[in-house]
């Protein structure tokens, strides 16, 4: 019998269970059977998360910046100590494969570690006066106690970039994690908790998402919130941050065009794509979603994504060999069958998948649809779940136009041995992030974020840091 973990609340450093307080169920993706009871704070549990994020702050942000990088090491350390317990109660919920789980842990530790030592660089800059006898400097200053609000799909990474940047710069944190996948965040918590992390620097909280948002985000203590989900949401906080001009990082949604011109390796090309665009059953902001290939090496790309769509070995994650696992919630199911519907109705294709499989979970068969234009919804909708639509073009001006043609901007890539053509279409897609013959674009030391409806601001990289800290201009006589 696989355990899960026991879900609490951690608010000004205690574990707070569900007794007397509201709960809902906590589902098993591969069985969508429910696995345990998820506390909701209630009014009073969120007012004592503000109020100890609030009290925290003027301590946290006066420790040097030293002694918050030992903290969060130790941090860093206990999570990839519990790599095994925080990966099997990360797949339970999630339903990723294990081995995706391991790595995910693995790499949201690094962002942790990264933060600690970046922390220890915000040095500010002397600038050369004008004013004889005036002195200049620009220094850094935390913004203040933040809101953080993530979603399921990256249950240990998207948390660990936010606690990671906020705790390194000197910021307090109420965190609301998706309630889909709370025992992974819990986890967490009791990491720093271990790690000695002074109470009411973070706090996890649970409950109906748009009434923890908008009771958070209403509290004058709040100055910054930073947001990972859909754009429709990234768009409703930020008019709830108006009010007081709170400061904002969105990380939202994308629709990431890979450009496949016929002069690469095709086969190897397609192989590398299907793999990256089945990862987590795609339910990744920067998959690559929207296969633009050039037509001479179109119908030798679709042949090769297929079969190795068809040879992916579905099941739950935690057992051996599976390379994809069940959708993460029942809405991604509807939303899968809603796109197909779409691309049969069109007359499109539907080369392998397009529907559920097997009797019990949310399991979605890896999907590779052709013969639509750029208007069905597949090409228009982020996916955000296992079906591929893949497309022709003919030449570069054409592609460059339709690869740009949505409001999204997070991820983009392309594919060709002409350097010339590669340093061309990189300059051309609009994106804040670019692959160019690569589909890894996410390092904890590189920025990670987007343009356009893709959100504003980085995690990850200086600019992750940056994101939590205000800039203070001194001229001194
Ligand atoms: N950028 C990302 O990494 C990312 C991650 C997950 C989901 N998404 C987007 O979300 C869509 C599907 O996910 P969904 O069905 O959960 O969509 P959704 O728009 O209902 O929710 C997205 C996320 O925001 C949270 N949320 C919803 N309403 C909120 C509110 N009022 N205040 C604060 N948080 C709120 C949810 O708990 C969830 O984690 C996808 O199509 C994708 O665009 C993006």
Redesign the pocket.
């Known amino acids: 019998m696989t355990t899960y973990t026991a879900l609490e609340l951690f608010i000004d450093g205690r574990f707070l269970s569900g007794q007397g307080r509201v709960t809902e169920p906590v589902f098993d993706p591969a069985t969508g059977r429910p696995i345990a009871d998820l506390p909701h704070a209630s009014a009073a549990d969120l007012d004592a998360a503000l109020d100890a994020a609030a009290r925290a702050f003027p301590a946290w942000s006066a420790t040097t910046a030293s002694e918050r990088a030992k903290v969060l090491r130790r941090a860093a350390d206990l999570i990839r100590a519990r790599i095994e317990t925080i990966a099997t109660v990360m797949t339970l919920e999630q339903g990723k494969p294990v081995a995706e789980s391991r790595g995910e842990i693995a790499y949201a530790a690094d962002v942790i570690e990264w933060y600690a030592e970046e922390g220890r660089r915000t040095y500010g800059r002397v600038v050369p006066s004008r004013v004889p006898g005036v002195a200049m400097t620009v220094t850094h200053e935390p913004v203040g106690p933040v809101a953080a609000?993530t979603?399921?799909?990256f249950p240990a990474l998207?948390p660990c970039r936010k606690i990671g940047g906020a705790l390194a710069a000197g910021c307090t944190l109420v965190l609301k994690a998706?309630?889909e996948v709370p025992g992974t965040a819990v986890e967490i918590a009791r990491a720093f908790a271990d790690a000695g992390l002074p109470a009411g620097v973070l706090n996890l909280v649970f409950g109906k998402?748009?009434e923890v948002?908008a009771h958070l985000i209403a509290s004058p203590a709040i100055r910054k919130v930073s947001?990972?989900?859909?754009?429709?949401?990234g768009k409703?906080?930020m008019a709830l941050c108006a009010h007081d001009l709170k400061r904002t990082t969105m990380?939202?949604?994308g629709h990431g065009p890979v450009v496949v011109f016929d002069d690469v390796d095709v086969e190897a090309t397609a192989e590398l794509a299907a793999t990256a665009k089945y990862r987590n059953a795609g339910q990744v902001?920067i998959s690559p979603t929207r296969f633009f290939v050039q037509e001479a090496a179109y119908d030798r790309f679709v042949a090769r994504f297929t079969d190795v769509a068809k040879g992916l070995k579905l099941g739950a994650g935690l057992k051996a060999g599976v390379q994809m696992g069940p959708l993460a919630?029942p809405?991604r199911i509807q939303a899968m069958e809603a796109i197909v519907q779409d691309v049969r109705d069109r007359g499109g294709k539907v080369e392998t998948g397009g529907a559920r499989r097997g009797n019990a979970g949310w399991f979605y068969a890896p999907t590779v649809v052709t013969g639509i234009g750029d208007d069905a919804l597949v090409m228009t909708e982020?996916p955000?779940g296992p079906v591929a639509p893949i497309v022709p073009f003919a030449d570069f001006d054409e592609v460059v136009r339709r690869a740009n043609s949505l409001p999204y901007g997070l991820a983009a890539y392309a594919f060709s041995t002409s350097a010339r053509r590669i340093a061309d279409i990189g300059a051309a897609l609009k994106a804040g992030m670019v692959g160019l013959n690569t589909l890894a674009v996410s390092n904890p030391e590189t920025p990670f974020g987007g343009v356009r409806d893709s959100g504003h601001g980085q995690e990850g990289g200086v600019e992750g840091l940056q994101a939590y800290l205000d800039v203070k201009f001194t001229a001194s006589a």
């Open positions: 609000f979603p399921w799909n998207t998706a309630e998402p748009a948002s947001f990972t989900g859909s754009t429709a949401i409703h906080l990380e939202l949604g902001c919630n809405r982020e955000f």
